[in-house]
């Protein structure tokens, strides 16, 4: 069963994917089916080849699909339900089981900038809504394969967490005429407490009011809306900044810290008047990645609980500046 | 001529001053957009095949620069 439902109380859809519940689970790293297959594979993995790059292939098991079956439920009264229509997508990041993204190097993530700004366009060209590069690292994210790896879910939709940020924005826009992300970006370089890494052409900041400890964001100084507008030289100062933030979470409290990264940009398709705006996306969209390590310590996770789970209401236990200054402290030296 | 005395610190300057003033444009005007790129820059590869059950599987891979 592969179906979406939509929850009248939230207005979020949800998808039901029964099949997941057979999909491999931390498997020991000799039938790890990201590898590469070599000689020496116990077993043919996803990947028939000896070596490579980076790789992006559809899930297995995704939870929605190209071609999707109909849905087993019938939706009585207001009930909906529909066929789970997308595509899932993994981007496995090396052919080392051993690594991570913090340690892949400054050339594979230039490569897998490029990577996403590609999908994106084959995605949006088969008629997806959204395109949403993610990752979830680390076993308490929820991760079921260790080998280095990120995700791709292609909607079609926009899902609720971006759609209200557009609409967010798209108020915004229509009061002050500027975009959402360009005034934050102002505020927060005229304030400077809370700026984690500067370069060229974009910002790593603690949000003013981030719903993680240790949450932080990363745009373009400039309006750009998707990754595929970046060119060659804001696609290598991109790859340059992660390549010193990332190092910098894993040495903010001396392990591979986990998180749950995503890309979020203008949507491929849709209506902008979803979002409640009569112009187009690039104008209320700005391209963001944000990152969202459940670290609060070097022990301790921030769960979400009653306030977050039920009221939607985050309490985070740091500090945001103070937050800011432990990692702009851990950053490892940049170019000269 | 100097006292001998301390001298009052000097506020330090802002890790993101000198970052600050290389802000080219200002953020707080519209912008236009950035003419959009081809997806894959010269010297990016990408080669398209199956996997043993049929699901598109694509290989990326890039040149070293010149």
Same mark, same amino acid.
């Given at each position: 069963?592969?179906?979406?439902?939509?929850?009248?109380? *939230?207005?979020?859809? +949800?998808? +039901?994917?029964?099949?997941?519940?057979?999909?491999?689970?931390?498997?020991?790293?000799?039938?790890?089916?990201?590898?590469?297959?070599?000689?020496?594979?116990?077993?043919?993995?996803?990947?028939?080849?000896?070596?490579?790059?980076?790789?992006?292939?559809?899930?297995?098991? *995704?939870?929605?699909?190209?071609?999707?079956?109909?849905?087993?439920?019938?939706?009585?009264?207001?009930?909906?339900?529909?066929?789970?229509?997308?595509?899932?997508?993994?981007?496995?990041?090396?052919?080392?089981?051993?690594?991570?993204?913090?340690?892949?190097?400054?050339?594979?993530?230039?490569?897998?900038?490029?990577?996403?700004?590609?999908?994106?366009?084959?995605?949006?060209?088969?008629?997806? #809504?959204?395109?949403?590069?993610?990752?979830?690292?680390?076993?308490?994210?929820?991760?079921?394969?260790?080998?280095?790896?990120?995700?791709?879910?292609?909607?079609?939709?926009?899902?609720?967490?971006?759609?209200?940020?557009?609409?967010?924005?798209?108020?915004?826009?229509? *009061?002050?005429?500027?975009?959402?992300?360009?005034?934050?970006?102002?505020?927060?370089?005229?304030?400077?407490? /809370?700026?984690?890494?500067?370069?060229?052409?974009?910002?790593?900041?603690?949000?003013?009011?981030?719903?993680?400890?240790?949450?932080?964001?990363?745009?373009?100084?400039?309006?750009?809306?998707?990754?595929?507008?970046?060119?060659?030289? /804001?696609?290598?100062?991109?790859?340059?900044?992660?390549?010193?933030?990332?190092?910098?979470?894993?040495?903010?409290?001396?392990?591979?810290?986990?998180?749950?990264?995503?890309?979020? @940009?203008?949507?491929?398709?849709?209506?902008?008047? +979803?979002?409640?705006?009569? @112009?187009?996306?690039?104008?209320?969209?700005?391209?963001?990645?944000?990152?969202?390590?459940?670290? $609060?310590?070097?022990?301790?996770?921030?769960?979400?609980?009653?306030?977050?789970?039920? @009221?939607?209401?985050?309490?985070?236990?740091?500090?945001?500046?103070?937050?800011?200054?432990?990692? $702009?402290?851990?950053?490892? #030296?940049?170019?000269? | 001529? %100097?006292?001998?005395?301390?001298?009052?610190?000097?506020?330090?300057? %802002?890790?993101?001053? !000198? %970052?600050?003033?290389?802000?080219? &444009?200002?953020?707080?005007?519209?912008?236009?957009?950035?003419?959009?790129?081809?997806?894959?820059?010269?010297? &990016?590869?990408?080669?398209? !095949?199956? &996997?043993?059950?049929?699901?598109?599987?694509?290989?990326?891979?890039?040149?070293?620069?010149?």
């Amino acid at each position: 069963m592969s179906e979406r439902r939509y929850d009248r109380r *939230s207005g979020q859809w +949800v998808t +039901v994917a029964t099949h997941r519940q057979d999909r491999t689970f931390l498997p020991p790293a000799h039938y790890c089916p990201l590898c590469p297959t070599t000689a020496d594979s116990a077993v043919a993995t996803e990947i028939g080849r000896p070596d490579f790059e980076i790789v992006v292939f559809d899930n297995r098991f *995704s939870s929605m699909w190209p071609d999707p079956p109909r849905p087993k439920v019938t939706a009585t009264g207001g009930n909906r339900v529909e066929s789970a229509h997308g595509r899932c997508e993994v981007v496995v990041y090396s052919a080392d089981h051993n690594t991570t993204l913090a340690g892949v190097g400054a050339s594979r993530l230039r490569l897998l900038v490029d990577v996403w700004a590609d999908r994106y366009l084959v995605l949006a060209a088969e008629g997806y #809504a959204y395109v949403m590069p993610f990752e979830n690292k680390g076993e308490v994210m929820g991760v079921t394969l260790e080998h280095p790896h990120g995700q791709i879910y292609a909607f079609p939709a926009v899902p609720s967490r971006p759609l209200r940020a557009l609409s967010t924005a798209a108020e915004h826009r229509a *009061s002050t005429g500027r975009c959402l992300t360009c005034d934050e970006l102002a505020d927060e370089l005229a304030d400077g407490s /809370r700026l984690v890494l500067a370069t060229d052409w974009f910002l790593a900041w603690v949000p003013f009011a981030p719903r993680f400890p240790y949450e932080v964001h990363v745009a373009p100084r400039w309006h750009v809306s998707g990754l595929p507008d970046l060119d060659e030289e /804001r696609r290598d100062d991109l790859a340059g900044l992660l390549a010193r933030l990332l190092p910098a979470y894993d040495r903010l409290f001396g392990f591979s810290l986990p998180y749950v990264m995503a890309v979020q @940009g203008r949507p491929t398709g849709g209506d902008p008047q +979803v979002a409640g705006w009569s @112009g187009s996306w690039p104008e209320i969209s700005h391209l963001l990645l944000e990152f969202a390590p459940p670290h $609060r310590s070097e022990s301790k996770l921030k769960y979400l609980a009653g306030a977050e789970l039920m @009221g939607g209401a985050f309490v985070i236990d740091v500090a945001p500046e103070q937050a800011a200054a432990r990692l $702009r402290a851990t950053l490892p #030296a940049g170019p000269a | 001529m %100097s006292t001998g005395a301390a001298q009052p610190e000097q506020p330090s300057a %802002s890790p993101f001053e !000198e %970052s600050r003033a290389a802000i080219p &444009t200002d953020p707080l005007q519209p912008a236009e957009l950035l003419p959009a790129e081809p997806a894959l820059p010269a010297g &990016t590869m990408r080669e398209v !095949e199956a &996997t043993a059950d049929g699901r598109r599987i694509t290989f990326y891979r890039r040149e070293p620069v010149e």
